[in-house]
């Protein structure tokens, strides 16, 4: 089959059209909710740079990996790889890579619409005024509460991920266009506001210092792995996500600028949220590392000290709940695109059977913080922390791993350099070190310290 210059999923109507989507796949709980709380249970400092270098040497080439390979596609990311694997007669086996993509898709979704289920349950408990003028404790305890009641937190993720199978449904351009140009901006000012409480609430001295201090003690070689899992996470890398949003990218488009415009809006988003919740938990004597329910806890407290809290609060988890469906989108697009291609289903019926075997799977995070939390999976994990690990620190970087090594090794020269634009022979060397070198081999640098022990390292000097 040729190479077509138009997918038949839809196009975005422009790049900018992609920059935002893809912003909308990357920004979302793992930018609010995630980093402010692996930070805090990471010790500040020195796992925020190990991450920003990840999201800079491993995170941009292989997003960039990505893209360049959607577009040449132009289908699923399944479709995509077995169609230039025949092309240019490359092993059938890369199209594993896809697959497990798609896998890990569907684990990562199980769980982030029980997460984005909690942020819909605050935007009530917030508008109901819960928090005005509420101590630390209240809000500790307020969340322990709901985290105790599976029946409730259900009904919240059945809600979120009926709202996502909705959007998708209806296609990824019509139902995300209107989403995304207005939440997104909306999300910023809300960010901000939180921001400048956090500057006035007399922690954030302590909180930029336990964000930017360097301080190896804390380091561990299990850091570096969550730390890189999480710029794959937070850049929606390594399972096919923006693949298959780079199959929608007009011809014209020039990949390198739309990549790095997403990766610093991206990283904007993380370091505000960070900025904005650590200085309310050093305010308030809470504990940086205390998991999951940071950003449940400290949010709500700084906006019941507000001036219209309760409707500020509120508003601000509707924009945490709408980047958490944008995100949660294009976690289903990979699986969705292919089998609306395989089958020539409708597109709203692959969304149902995809959103009830999600939701399905999300059972098991729902149940491991209340009936099953003493259930583990393996060591200390359970359910829920188990998938999210192998999801996050595993799949995604072991994908992307193998799209950096395709995209530099696999498809020949003349396609790279057609899509990419490279002009001249340094920007093609600039390319093949940065995602044929330096990114995989981060990857597999990041999981050598982790199998081996940084100590262990650290003893070798
Ligand atoms: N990046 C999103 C976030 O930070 C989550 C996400 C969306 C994702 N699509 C993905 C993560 C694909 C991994 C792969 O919340």
Redesign the pocket.
């Known amino acids: 089959m040729a190479n077509s210059s138009e997918s038949r999923h839809g196009m975005w109507s422009s790049r900018w059209l992609f920059v935002l989507a893809a912003s909308g796949?990357?920004?979302?709980?793992?930018?609010i909710w995630?980093f402010p709380y692996i930070t805090g249970e990471n010790g500040g400092g020195a796992f925020v740079l190990i991450y920003l270098a990840c999201v800079a040497l491993v995170g941009v080439p292989i997003m960039i990996a990505e893209v360049l390979i959607g577009r040449e596609g132009r289908q699923s990311p399944i479709n995509t790889m077995r169609m230039l694997t025949q092309q240019h007669r490359r092993k059938p086996a890369w199209v594993l890579v896809s697959w497990m993509g798609v896998l890990?898709?569907f684990l990562?979704l199980s769980y982030?619409g029980v997460i984005a289920g909690w942020a819909l349950f605050y935007v009530m408990r917030m508008a109901e005024g819960t928090f005005n003028g509420a101590s630390a404790d209240f809000a500790s305890q307020a969340f322990n509460d709901f985290l105790a009641d599976p029946w409730q937190m259900v009904f919240w993720q059945t809600l979120f991920m009926a709202l996502t199978v909705y959007i998708v449904g209806r296609g990824v351009v019509k139902g995300l266009e209107t989403a995304i140009r207005w939440f997104m901006p909306m999300l910023f000012v809300l960010l901000f506001v939180l921001l400048g409480y956090g500057i006035n609430s007399g922690g954030f001295a302590q909180g930029v210092d336990f964000m930017f201090s360097f301080n190896w003690e804390s380091v561990t070689g299990e850091s570096f792995l969550i730390a890189m899992g999480q710029a794959?996470?937070?850049?929606?890398?390594?399972?096919g996500?923006?693949m298959a949003y780079g199959a929608y990218l007009p011809s014209s488009a020039s990949i390198t600028q739309c990549v790095v415009t997403i990766a610093v809006l991206?990283t904007v988003v993380a370091i505000a949220a960070g900025l904005a919740i650590f200085p309310i938990v050093f305010a308030n004597g809470l504990e940086p590392s205390q998991g999951p329910g940071l950003m449940f806890v400290t949010v709500p407290l700084a906006f019941g000290q507000l001036p219209f809290g309760a409707l500020f609060g509120a508003i601000f988890f509707v924009l945490v709940s709408f980047?958490?469906i944008t995100?949660?989108i294009?976690?289903t697009e990979p699986a969705l695109a292919y089998l609306v291609e395989e089958y020539n289903a409708k597109r709203s019926r692959v969304a149902i059977s995809l959103g009830v075997v999600c939701w399905l799977l999300g059972i098991g995070t729902v149940l491991s913080f209340n009936e099953w939390s003493d259930v583990f999976v393996v060591g200390d994990l359970t359910i829920f922390a188990f998938v999210d690990y192998v999801s996050?620190n595993i799949m995604?970087p072991l994908g992307g791993f193998f799209i950096a090594l395709f995209a530099a090794f696999a498809l020949p020269k003349a396609v790279v350099v057609s899509q990419l634009g490279l002009k001249g022979r340094v920007w093609e060397v600039t390319w093949k070190v940065l995602g044929g070198v330096v990114a995989p081999l981060g990857v597999l640098t990041v999981f050598i310290v982790t199998i081996i022990g940084i100590d262990t390292i650290k003893d070798w000097f």
């Open positions: 796949s990357a920004v979302g709980l793992g930018n995630k890990a898709g990562i982030y794959f996470f937070t850049l929606s890398l390594g399972m996500a923006i991206d980047a958490a995100s949660a294009s976690l996050q995604l």
